[in-house]
């Protein structure tokens, strides 16, 4: 069964889940530092996605402002890709 793998081998889940738990811990520099991974791999459109998912489950209404301009960046970066 294929799963898929970043350059180094690194499952990709792996990476999705440690950038999900790093915003939830309030680790900023951890999570950017896996969303630039996520990126640098080739993994921009699923990192959009999953971005926001995460404001909309782990912000939510804390915050309405921020979920907006995320998932307004994220689209507007899909867009733009295709």
Do not use: H
Request: with cysteine.
């Amino acid at each position: 069964m294929y799963k898929p793998q970043l350059k180094d081998g690194t499952p990709y889940d792996q990476v999705v889940s440690g950038l999900q738990k790093m915003v939830r811990r309030g680790m900023e520099r951890e999570a950017l530092v896996l969303g630039e991974t996520l990126f640098e791999n080739n993994f921009g459109g699923a990192l959009a996605r999953r971005l926001m998912s995460i404001a909309v489950e782990d912000i939510g209404l804390a915050n309405p402002q921020l979920v907006a301009q995320v998932y307004s960046v994220c689209s507007g970066w899909i867009i733009a890709k295709k």
